[in-house]
Every structure is written in structure tokens, then in C-alpha cells.
């Protein structure tokens, strides 16, 4: 059973099904954000899932400075907050610095802060100090034991609305490796656990200062993360993953979510 806060401040429902978080990895349009997530909410209403709609306003941290970052933090922000209102979603997306804590905070119901600022101790502190929910990554380089000093962090602003996330481990070069143990750790420190499934298959920096991916293993991770019983998934998922602004190689393409959704609930409920 997923906590109580996650209806109150969110008002979600079905907080007997797992959570998911999901849409594409970065605002690239007003049209790409909601036909996303038009129909992620079709999808999670059908098969009553609590759903967060899930974007970043932008890309901080890219390979390659030549990487495509985002349209404008205003212009993002304000498609995350039409499509807030347009589809009665809440809204989860990164921050980066102590400042955008706060200017993100007034649109999004939930923080995230990105697997490589994990420890950052002012970040996690500003994002507690906000009042809003705060989903934090596991770095690819920790051990899921440290994410607890992590979650104290923010717990020690008096917020203890948080998540912790699931999304591999750097593994020798441009490959991560998703230990399940972890995932059994960071259940013990009484926190909601999310498995990120679309990143856990990424290869960071793969091709020439661009990350590939194997999304081939998005299904097959996701059902051995329901198996042991996580309490959410985070799939970035894109109507057209080749045309993809930022990590296209790696993302669910939306018209298999359904299916997979569905095949993880029959996991999850056993």
C-alpha cells in the first residue's frame, strides 16, 4: 500500500496498485507533452494505476555540451502547468540547483533530484525545505545502503515525503547494471521504492558523446523489479523514441505501454 501523503498531497488513487511515473524524458513541445501523457492517463485510468506525469524542464546534466538541454525554463514550466490543468495530472520533474528548487516547486508536486546530484546536501535540503514531495535517484556510483543518509537529508528539513530510486549502477564502461538487492535494501528504510526501467537500460555515452540504450530489457527488468514487490515504476516513455530530443535510445515507445503495464500488475498482484 503506497502512503497516505500520496493521496492527500497529489490526490492520487488506487494506492493499492504500484505508482507510476512516467512521460518523456524532456519538455521538447507543448504537442509532444500532451499527447504523452493524454495518453498515459487514458491508459492508468483504465487499468487504475496512480499516475505522475513525469518531464524535465531541462537537461542539466548531457554528454556532450552540444546536447540538446531544453526550450527555455519559462516556457517548460508553463506547458508542465497547462498540462497539470488540462489533465488533473500532478506533475514530477528534476531540479538542479537550490534556486530552481523553489521557482520548480511552484509548478510541480513532486522534486527529483537527479541520480548524479544524489548527495548534494543543500539540493536535498532546498527541495525538503519546499514541502512538496521529493523523489530521490540513486547515483549510479552508490550504494543503495547510502541512499538512507540521503533520505535524511531531506527528512531532517521535517519533510518526509519521499521516494527513493531505483536506476543501476555504473558497470566498467558505458554500461549499468541493475543489482536487485538493492532494491530489498532500500524497501527496509520504510520509504516508497520506485525502479526507473527505462534508464536502468541505458549506456551512457555510448555513441560518440550520446547515451545508447538497450530498451529491449525495459520488460524484463521491470518484471523482476514487480516480482519483488517495488511500489512504483518510472518509465520515460515518447510517442516516437527515434525522434526523441534527449535519451531516445533508451525510452519506452508509448503504444507498448499498455501491454506492459498490464503484465505487470499480474506480476505485482501475486
Known sequence: ?????LKKELRLKNLNNFLL??????VESKS?????CEKVKEITDRLKIPFIFKSSYVKANRTS???FRGIGIEEALKILSDAKKEFDVPILTDV????????????ADVLQIPAFLCRQTELLEAAGETGRVVNIKKGQFLAPSDMIYQAEKVAGTGNKKIMLTERGTTFGYNNL???MRGLVIMKKFGYPVIF???HSVQMPSKEKGVSGGNPEFIAPLSRAAAAIGVDGFFIE??????????????????????VLLTDLLKLYKI
Open 1 to 5: 500500500m503506497l502512503p497516505d501523503y
Open 21 to 26: 511515473i512516467a512521460g518523456p524524458c524532456v
Open 32 to 36: 509532444v507533452v500532451f499527447k504523452t
Open 65 to 67: 555540451g552540444k546536447s
Open 96 to 107: 538542479h540547483s537550490e534556486i530552481e528548487a523553489g521557482v520548480a516547486a511552484e509548478v
Open 177 to 179: 547494471v541493475v543489482d
Open 196 to 198: 526507473d526501467a527505462t
Open 237 to 258: 516513455t515518447h510517442p516516437n523514441p527515434a525522434r526523441a530530443l534527449s535519451d531516445g535510445s533508451n525510452m519506452l515507445k508509448l503504444d507498448k505501454l499498455g
